[in-house]
């Protein structure tokens, strides 16, 4: 017997409607869209649904000059349900991109706040979202697992007991999600992201930072200190990707959907002398030292080796198009192209 009878309400997939173009009034949301998934996803949302169709929001309000053209720019705490509330009625909003949270090792830096931003701040989302009859997209991680998750080949279905604070933040949410999905039928859908490498903005504070930081250090200097194990294999994708499984999982037609929050979803997994072999074939000088930061490390030895992503390419069809070696060959030549212009620095 179902738990809870599902609602009539909410499940109308409100951004294949607005894609369709059926609704030219509303729009789309994005709350910390100066993040490094949120720099990127706010442009090209932008160019899927227009940018006066965008609302690009942020806490920080020295960033809206790099978010220009993007879409109209809202200063937004997203710890103030009311300032929430207020900017997604005012901008008559149907589509909430949360992305406003703390990454794993800032959070394991200072648990207290990366509860209160990662969940007050997500309640908040849900709350906005139920009231105001918005579809959520919620970003998870290959954080949510554990060291009791089966690392290699980590099922989609499986255990969840993570050790780190933005672990047990990235469960809870999940879980949040399908509850407020289940019982008032908000339209949450999700992805766990592995770690995500882009050329536009740097990470803040994750474990798998060193893979985009690498790239920087190949070129400028070339060599770079790894804070990681060569041996730690992790999820990683290129944020062409990233990009892509946030739309399209959100325009996914919710019949084919039996999960939710959070789908697996990979593009290539590596180890750090693997990625560093690989920059070798283009800066055949490439140097690779090793400094291990052991919290970081604890963290990256609790995740995934590699993810099973069948469901997602099974319920929505996911498929990643960069691998390893097209993701490495087009970072370096991208920031080499920086670099001869006199723009690259970390
Ligand atoms: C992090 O390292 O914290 C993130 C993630 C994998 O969620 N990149």
Request: net charge negative; hydrophobic share 40%; with cysteine.
């Amino acid at each position: 017997m179902a738990l809870f009878p599902l609602p009539d309400v909410g499940q109308d997939n409100n951004i294949r409607r607005m894609q369709m173009g059926k609704d030219e009034k509303r729009s789309v949301i994005i709350t910390g869209s100066a993040g490094q998934i949120g720099s990127e996803l706010s442009f090209a949302l932008a160019k899927r649904y227009g940018a006066d169709r965008i609302v690009v929001s942020d806490i920080r309000d020295d960033t809206e000059g790099r978010l220009e053209g993007a879409g109209r720019f809202v200063k937004l705490d997203v710890l103030s349900k009311d300032e929430f509330g207020a900017a997604v009625r005012r901008n008559n909003v149907d589509v909430i991109y949360h992305l406003a949270a703390l990454l794993s090792a800032v959070a394991e830096g200072n648990p207290q706040k990366a509860w209160k931003i990662n969940m007050e701040g997500l309640v908040n989302a849900l709350e906005v979202a139920r009231e105001n009859r918005c579809s959520l997209f919620v970003p998870s991680s290959i954080g949510a697992f554990g060291p009791d998750t089966p690392l290699d080949d980590t099922p989609q279905d499986t255990i969840m007991r993570p050790y780190s604070m933005y672990g047990v933040t990235k469960v809870s949410g999940e879980l949040l999600c399908d509850y407020y999905n289940r019982k008032f039928g908000v339209d949450t859908r999700g992805v766990r992201f592995p770690g995500i490498i882009s050329n536009v903005t740097l990470p803040g504070g994750g474990t798998t930072d060193y893979a985009v930081e690498i790239f920087y250090r190949a070129i400028l200097e070339g060599r770079y200190t790894c804070y990681l194990k060569p041996d730690t294999s992790l999820d990683m994708m290129y944020m062409p990707d990233a990009i892509k499984a946030a739309i399209e999982v959100m325009e996914a037609d919710p019949a084919g959907l039996r999960h939710r929050n959070a789908f697996n979803v990979t593009a290539m997994h590596f180890t750090p002398e693997m990625l560093a072999a690989e920059i070798r074939k283009h800066i055949p000088g490439f140097r690779m030292e090793y400094k291990i930061d052991p919290v970081r490390q604890a963290i990256a030895d609790s995740w995934p080796n590699f993810m099973n992503d069948s469901c997602a390419r099974k319920e929505w069809g996911w498929a990643p198009e960069y691998d390893l070696e097209s993701m490495t060959a087009d970072m370096l030549e991208v920031l080499g192209k920086r670099a001869a212009e006199g723009g690259l620095e970390i």
